[in-house]
């Protein structure tokens, strides 16, 4: 069996059309929310940059050789900042890490596209109960610092998450929830001004 797998071309692909375009994607979208056209060199030589660059190398070359690298490199590097993206590779495009600090994602949770994490966040499994298991989040989701995530809920498209807040139930697409216990306030274009748009 390993030496089938090792003889599978597949093993020792490196999908680089794949990554370029994943990462040039959250560039555009980083941009964008900074309302700049390309990110200066200070913020490509960031660490949330950096990360961005790893993450998706790791997503990518899952299942090959080049993952088992990555992967390696992405978790060290989450040992020395604390955005420890290494347990999930359920992103889709466009993804900002608003400030370098502590993220903490489950392997299990699910996210969209157009999703914002920043320092502090935790997105978490219940272990027992109706919610045994982990988030599905949406696409257009904004999660500000110190906010938890949390359970077998489902957030839909176009939430934000204000800062310091608690989730641990569904909350339907085209809201902002506020506060711990988090309560749901509807609003129309929730997340306008807080990410991205990438034409």
Known sequence: MILNKLLNAEFWKFDRKRYKMLYAYDLRF???FRNVEKLPKDI???NEIKCLSLYRKAQVTQNTIWGRYYFYKLKKFGTHTGINLWQNMHIGKGLII??????ILNSGAVFGNHIFLTHGVTIGRDVRGRRKGAPTIGNNVCIRANSTVVGNIIIGDDVLIAPNTFV???????SVVIGSPGKIHHREFATEGH????K
């Open 98 to 103: 608003g400030h370098s600090g502590t993220i």
């Open 168 to 174: 641990n139930f569904d909350v339907p697409s085209h």
């Open 30 to 32: 980083n941009a964008s």
């Open 44 to 46: 490509l030589h960031s």
């Open 195 to 198: 990410l991205g748009i990438v």
